[in-house]
């Protein structure tokens, strides 16, 4: 929030003109200046908000913003809490009350890496006890933590806690460890590997499929994790009981959308690792599902949808299922050109695995004509694309071209959705 807006949302109600008051400019920060509400010092001897010098910190600027000159320790300078500056805007907050001036809280100490080693201790200790009461305690005590600031997280990340959780989640699995290991992400190698064990696999399967709407959100966002890691086989996960049924489960009736994504991503890395993944997938339904759902969604949904669609048209189950589907090739026809090269190179990708048998493919190959396809084929090329959609693109001209004649064939297109000039 802006020094301007924050005088006007605090000064409407009392009709006090923003000229009436005037904060102190040793009580702005220099880099966002706004009023600061937890003021630190950087060893150059300059104060900031600590939100706003960590944010600077993060972005890779090893240097203090005001003198330029470069800090010892990095991004990983200490910031020392400046309490003389915040005990003074806080008293001005106060003479202040009456004009809308909220006082700032004291902010909380950012944890230490001994807290964090010790806590880490308690919960292995809980757990080796089987006490989940104890180790609920102080999981709640670490997500806590994590939620007061980034801080915190990268100090609770980096100190191990990723694999401690992930291996008290092996034996006494919760809802409450999942939310922990989602809150310090991306996690280590030996953590993904602890997570990955066949029976954290199976129940993190259990609560996606169960568990509470923030529990499944957090498995299958975890699951992703998992998917997206080299240390992990996707076979092994794709392979765990229950897992792509629960994955297809959360694209067909979503919880929410940064659950979808994930689910959609993951069916994606599975299928394009495991044939058999793929196949399963398509028997359980997801391709009409993705169908509907690619009617009407925004870009990264439909990207994420059509990347799916296209590898699971790779097995004979997608293909049946997708041919059997009448909003099939006019909604791949749709989503060529209106939302991205990317959504139009799948779409293409996705025409060309339906049509491309001569016998199987003869219904789709006439719809697409139908459509306009042809027309659209002739124009991408026109404008460019990648070297494999250009190919996939040739490949089902060539095949369309056999039978244009025979088919009553749209000669219009409609470029209103273009999203590049040619």
Aim: net charge positive; proline share 5%; aromatic share 4%.
């Amino acid at each position: 929030m802006s020094m301007n807006s924050f005088k006007l949302l605090r000064l409407r109600r009392q009709s006090v003109s923003p000229s009436e008051i005037s904060i102190p400019s040793h009580f702005l920060c220099p880099i966002s200046l706004d009023l600061m509400k937890d003021p630190v010092i950087l060893p150059t001897g300059i104060t900031y908000d600590r939100r706003s010098i960590e944010t600077w910190l993060e972005a890779g600027n090893p240097i203090c913003p005001v003198t330029k000159q470069v800090l010892l320790h990095g991004v990983e300078a200490d910031l020392i809490p400046n309490h003389s500056i915040r005990r003074m805007i806080q008293d001005w907050c106060v003479a202040h009350r009456s004009l809308g001036v909220d006082r700032i809280p004291t902010p909380k100490i950012p944890i230490t890496s001994l807290q964090v080693k010790e806590t880490l201790s308690d919960i292995s200790t809980a757990c080796r006890r089987g006490d989940r009461s104890q180790c609920a305690e102080h999981v709640a005590k670490l997500a806590s933590w994590s939620a007061e600031s980034e801080r915190n997280r990268r100090t609770i990340s980096s100190n191990g806690a990723g694999r401690a959780l992930a291996s008290t989640f092996r034996d006494i699995p919760s809802e409450q460890l999942l939310s922990s290991l989602a809150g310090i992400l991306p996690l280590s190698r030996d953590a993904q590997k602890e997570l990955s064990s066949p029976a954290s696999l199976d129940s993190i399967v259990s609560i996606m499929r169960n568990g509470s709407l923030s529990g499944r959100l957090h498995a299958v966002v975890l699951v992703n994790e998992l998917a997206a890691a080299d240390a992990v086989e996707h076979t092994t996960i794709a392979g765990t009981e229950g897992m792509v049924e629960a994955l297809t489960m959360l694209v067909k009736d979503p919880i929410s959308p940064r659950a979808t994504k994930a689910s959609l991503v993951t069916a994606y890395r599975l299928s394009s690792a495991d044939d058999k993944a793929a196949s399963r997938f398509a028997e359980l339904g997801i391709v009409p599902a993705l169908i509907e759902m690619l009617v009407d969604t925004d870009q990264s949904m439909c990207e994420k949808g059509l990347a799916v669609l296209d590898v699971v048209l790779s097995s004979e189950a997608g293909r049946e299922a997708a041919a059997g589907h009448a909003l099939t090739v006019p909604v791949l026809a749709k989503k060529m050109f209106r939302v991205s090269d990317l959504a139009t190179g799948f779409a293409v990708s996705a025409l060309w695995k339906l049509c491309r048998n001569q016998e199987k493919g003869k219904k789709a190959s006439e719809e697409a004509l139908q459509v306009g396809i042809f027309q659209k084929l002739l124009l991408l090329l026109q404008v460019g694309c990648g070297e494999k959609t250009k190919k996939k693109a040739g490949k089902m001209l060539r095949r369309l071209n056999g039978l244009k004649g025979k088919v009553e064939c749209i000669d219009s297109v409609d470029f209103r959705g273009l999203k590049r000039p040619f």
